[in-house]
T-cell receptor
């Protein structure tokens, strides 16, 4: 079983739609949960991250963690064409010396 | 503050050759990690360096190696290139080893023919 698994998509939505991107993880010891956005031909950029359970909101983006089901989500409200990118969930190491684990990414296209 | 820079941005090599990629982290960041990104496998961890020491290594063959210099700049080397090594190679820097906030460079696109 992979440490983190991500719905592969691709997703195609009309402008203004609410988007839900999802990942599951395997290790209950994980505490931080990250979301990266990667535009075509660019490196991933850190979008936001949460610690433990609950929600975190940043503008149109909301990250949600449900530790009981080991499920993490990113919601995008009022999606814009500029949100078209690949979104990667990631889990940083629990201890120094371990590695980051990344989902395979979900490709999102927002159609004007 | 300048971001993570990687050179070169694009490379074309033939099988059997070797290649060296370079990464300069964000100023003040002393940890550098390297990743391979392919459409099928996603982002896979190669190794992490901090203070010129390799802290952690992913599951890649010994043909993949790296090093870090005293100014925190890092290089990775791939010897005896194979077709399957074609990928986007990304480096990321953070303040501390295994830091939560990790910032990526634009990557080096390597094509092996």
């Amino acid at each position: 079983q992979k440490e983190v698994e991500q719905d592969p998509g691709p997703l195609s939505v009309p402008e203004g739609a609410i988007v839900s991107l999802n990942c599951t993880y395997s290790n209950s010891a994980f505490q931080y949960f990250m979301w990266y956005r990667q535009y075509s031909r660019k490196g991933p950029e850190l979008l936001m991250y949460t610690y433990s359970s609950g929600n975190k909101e940043d503008g149109r983006f909301t990250a949600q963690v449900d530790k009981s089901s080991k499920y993490i989500s990113l919601f995008i409200r009022d999606s814009q064409p500029s949100d078209s990118a690949t979104y990667l969930c990631a889990i940083p190491p629990t201890n120094t010396g371990n590695q980051f684990y990344f989902g395979t990414g979900t490709s999102l296209t927002v159609i004007p | 503050k300048a971001g993570v820079t990687q050179t070169p941005r694009y490379l074309i090599k033939t099988r059997g050759q070797q290649v060296t990629l370079s990464c300069s982290p964000i100023s003040g960041h002393r940890s550098v990690s390297w990743y391979q990104q392919t459409p099928g496998q996603g982002l896979q961890f190669l190794f992490e360096y901090f203070s010129e020491t390799q802290r952690n290594k992913g599951n890649f063959p010994g043909r993949f190696s790296g090093r870090q210099f005293s100014n925190s700049r890092s290089e990775m080397n791939v010897s005896t290139l194979e077709l399957g090594d074609s990928a986007l190679y990304l480096c990321a820097s953070s303040l501390i080893p295994s830091g939560v906030e990790q910032y990526f460079g634009p990557g080096t696109r390597l094509t092996v023919t």
